[in-house]
């Protein structure tokens, strides 16, 4: 998956001596639109860093430090002042991993859960703890059912 606007590419150790490749990314936009009135705006207000953790590459933990700005919504009408720019594709809000490795802890998750998925998610690269995995099937909206057509039954009911 390629960053539009990635600068640089660091590396560093994390926890238990793993090695952690790092990269600093940024967008190449100018504008972004606001969520609540939908009009561009180019006025920055302040930006931040957000630091997400990916799919391990090459067996090393990788970490996505990427640069979101926040911008002033120009419509005097909009209840929203400010508004951070989106990252919908690698990230949902607020989120601490990319889409693709809440993703994949998911499906450990769901075949493991628990202490079992964590050592699986740790031979992985992962290194997602047993509740992170329980979170995330939690998190997961129920299986829809659909209603039977055909009904059987066993045998008369005698009492």
């Known amino acids: 998956m390629a960053l539009p606007g990635s600068r640089d590419w660091g590396g560093r150790r994390g926890r238990k001596g793993q090695r952690i490749s790092t990269v600093r990314a940024t967008t190449s936009t100018t504008t972004a639109s606001c969520?609540?009135?939908?009009?561009?705006?180019?006025r920055v207000h302040?930006?931040?860093?957000?630091?997400l953790r990916d799919l391990p590459l090459a067996?090393?933990?990788f970490v996505i430090r990427l640069m979101v700005r926040r911008f002033i919504c120009g419509s005097a009408d909009c209840p929203r002042r400010?508004?951070?720019?989106?990252?919908?594709r690698l990230a949902v809000p607020h989120s601490r991993f990319t889409t693709r490795l809440n993703r994949a802890l998911e499906r450990v998750g769901l075949a493991?859960?628990?202490?079992?998925?964590a050592r699986l998610a740790a031979q992985l690269g992962f290194g997602a703890g047993r509740m992170t995995l329980l979170r995330r099937v939690m998190a997961l909206p129920d299986p829809r059912f659909s209603t039977p057509r055909v009904l059987g039954v066993d045998g008369p009911c005698r009492p």
Do not use: H, K, M
Request: aromatic content about 10%.
């Open 35 to 42: 969520p609540d009135c939908g009009r561009l705006s180019g």
């Open 46 to 51: 302040d930006r931040y860093q957000r630091r």
């Open 59 to 61: 067996g090393q933990g």
């Open 82 to 88: 400010t508004f951070a720019e989106p990252f919908s």
């Open 112 to 117: 493991l859960a628990g202490r079992a998925g």
